[in-house]
């Protein structure tokens, strides 16, 4: 899978972030897309393959990687990655609404288009909310699918067709849980850094609107 595309999504965003929002796209793309791709996605590529049961019947194998495993991890990981980055272009499709009206209007309408200020604050602003809701059904989600967060050695099966209660042995479960714990860990610093940027938008601008009332009242 190229990832090209999200790199580029992450940089365009980049420039329009605060000091937080740019420590965000660090993270996401440093300790969630770079481990993804030069590790992570290793780990998981044969894992229907090594995933073994103490038993020939014809398809229990089958039914019972599908009970245990109904999403791969590294697939609604890379799901999450896309998701949660996706409501950034919010951001960027305002900002570029932005320049194109100066063109048609072939005037300067704003100090500044990337400046989150006026509509592109409120955009920013559900932007953030987004990606934090988005990052909190995942956790849950995965929480859900596999049981908690951890990655059994074995497990018993009695799916049919298998004919009896059957042992089923999961492939580098050991490096699996290591990187499921980080993924879980780097989702919950997101979700930190979301809400500190969120908080910190709120109180600034909050401030910016008292004292221009202050001034006024004053004037």
Known sequence: MSWAFLRDLLSGVNKYS?????????????????????????????????????????????????????????????????????????????????????????????????????????????????????????????YKLYNGFKIPHLVKCDIKPCPNTVDCYISKPTEKMIFLYFLVATSCLCIVLNLSELSYLIFKYSIKCYLKRHMNKQQ
């Open 18 to 142: 605060t000091g937080i929002g740019r420590i965000w796209v660090a993270v996401v793309f440093m300790f969630r897309l770079l481990v993804y791709v030069t590790a992570a996605e290793n780990i998981w590529k044969h894992e229907h393959d090594e995933f073994e049961c103490n038993i020939k019947q014809p398809g229990c194998q089958n039914v019972c990687f599908d009970h245990f495993f109904p999403v791969s991890h590294i697939r609604l990981w890379a799901l999450q990655l896309i998701m949660v980055s996706t409501p950034s272009l919010l951001v960027v499709f305002h900002v570029a609404y932005r320049e194109n009206r100066e063109k048609q209007h072939n005037q300067e309408l704003y100090r500044n288009p990337g400046k989150i200020d006026g509509g592109l604050l409120y955009t920013y602003l559900i932007s953030l909310m987004l990606k934090t809701g988005l990052e909190i059904v995942f956790l849950v989600l995965f």
